[in-house]
């Protein structure tokens, strides 16, 4: 099936730094990806919608200023989490779909200390 | 109001039981249905479109019922890999996935 790669697994940064994460679809080209965040014990929450060679989608309540979103080509979508905070820690997932099915990267478990 | 609805649970059963786990959708347009499965800190990996006709895949029973803006998972003899948290999801638009909170399942021996 199809395959996203999502880079890197864990990542510790300090407050106010900015932290990248990647999203790639690995066999497929996807002109739309979907970044979701998960608190701990609670659901994935959609952040924004990625479009391919546009601005992104966000959703109501997400800062598009702080959660940078760039999706310069058909296999790789970038998330920026600018100034993170350490209320900005939480597990960040991607998704690209084929057909009506959702392929889910690994996640980035970020840590903001 | 959440655009999906789920029972966190948690769900404790023993080996060899059924479990059901229902799920309600806010936005009656909404197009796919959709359980999926995550295992503790990893992604979410498909376990079963849910069709209008319901369908069924093994010991996993899925039923839509569009009227009641309702989907529910069954499972049947219950194994101890079943454990994990169950989330049900919904496509509102076309590949727009929202997630219910996860149901929680922990089958003990």
């Known amino acids: 099936g199809a395959v996203v790669s999502q880079h890197p697994s864990r990542v510790i940064c300090k407050s106010g730094t900015s932290v990248k994460i990647e999203c790639r679809s690995l066999d497929f080209q996807a002109t739309t990806m979907f970044w979701y965040r998960q608190f701990p014990k609670q659901s994935l929450m959609l952040m924004a919608t990625?479009?391919?060679?546009?601005?992104?989608?966000?959703e109501q309540g997400v800062e598009k200023d702080k959660f940078l979103i760039n999706h310069a080509s058909l296999t790789l979508s970038t998330l920026t989490v600018t100034s993170a905070h350490p209320e900005d820690s939480s597990f960040y997932i991607c998704s690209a779909s084929v057909g009506v099915e959702a392929f889910f990267g690994q996640g980035t478990r970020l840590t903001v200390v | 109001r959440k655009e999906v609805e789920q029972d966190p649970g948690p769900f404790n059963v023993p080996e060899g039981a059924t479990v059901a786990f229902n799920c309600t959708y806010s936005?009656?347009?909404?197009?796919?249905f959709f359980w999926y499965r995550q295992d503790c800190r990893k992604e979410p990996k498909l376990l079963m479109s849910v069709y209008s006709s319901g369908n069924e895949d093994g010991r996993f029973t899925a039923q839509l019922n569009r009227a009641s803006q309702y989907i529910s998972l069954l499972i049947r003899d219950s194994k101890l890999s079943d454990s994990a948290t169950y989330l049900c999801?919904?496509?509102?638009?076309?590949?727009?996935?929202?997630f219910g909170t996860g149901t929680s399942l922990t089958v003990i021996p």
């Open positions: 999801v919904v496509d509102q638009t076309g590949n727009q996935f929202y």
């Open positions: 936005n009656s347009a909404s197009q796919s």
């Open positions: 990625s479009n391919e060679g546009s601005k992104a989608t966000y």
